[in-house]
């Protein structure tokens, strides 16, 4: 019995810290932030992305009600930042400044621990956001055509597989530098860890999507149509983030906690452009 609660509550510590890491949800626990709660942690990255895109989908909802599209898309990528603290923008301005400064590798990784931010990582930032703004806006102003949020519900998958991908692109990659840094605490990350997350992140995806398009009707989880949304985004993640992450590596040597938090922002944004573009329609 002992060994059971303790076992549950290892894995819960690790649950708290992945919201507590990603999100700035308010969790008044605290953890002890040791290399296994890190280790740990990443199997429940895709469950941290699953709560923040149900909180943008309700607010998107009660914005597009009150609001015109443009301010609502203005602040529900507040909101979006907010959630995150900011985190993952951090990581691309850093990793921008030091890729785009095409200095020798070395001199880039300095770059990027630099505290302060340049030039690039600015310019990169703003058109990040600039992007992420007129996608938030299309959809708001689709939801207010049509009146009805059908397939818009999709953006709750948006952030559950950019997360995943940073699970990922931990283990699929070598870590870039040999000191220590925040990144590092994620080297002992293995395979298990991988598909653990792997497996949160399609059921999150299944079971909700599942439950918008068919009212909650289990049948839908043996509908085709539901199988290739869910195959759809995972390849749509794993070619858009393996050609992020691989052209990273080739310029630094290996990712940092940096570029990590840039794959996710990427990723974001392709995610979310795929839910705009890629109309499916259901029989």
Known sequence: MHTARAFVLDWLRACIA??????????????DYTERVFRRSVVFYPLAGFVMGLLLLLAGKGLGIILPPMPAAALLLSLWVVLSGGLHLDGLMDT????????????????????????MGVIV??????LKFSLLYTWLDHLVDSGSWGNSCLIVVVPIWSRWFMVLAIYGWPYARKDSGLGSLFRSVRKGHVFASLGVALLATTVFVGGTLRD???????????WIIVCGVVLGTLAAGWAFAAYMSSKLGGLTGDTYGALNELLESVLLLGVILVPIVYV
């Open 18 to 31: 992945a919201f507590q890491f990603l999100t700035r949800l308010p969790i008044p626990v605290q953890i």
């Open 96 to 119: 921008a400044d030091g890729i785009l400064s095409h200095r020798p590798r070395e001199q880039m990784l300095e770059i990027m621990k630099d505290s302060r931010v340049g030039a």
């Open 125 to 130: 930032c703003v058109l990040h956001l600039l």
């Open 216 to 226: 909650g009707n289990v049948s839908v989880m043996f509908d085709s149509t539901l």
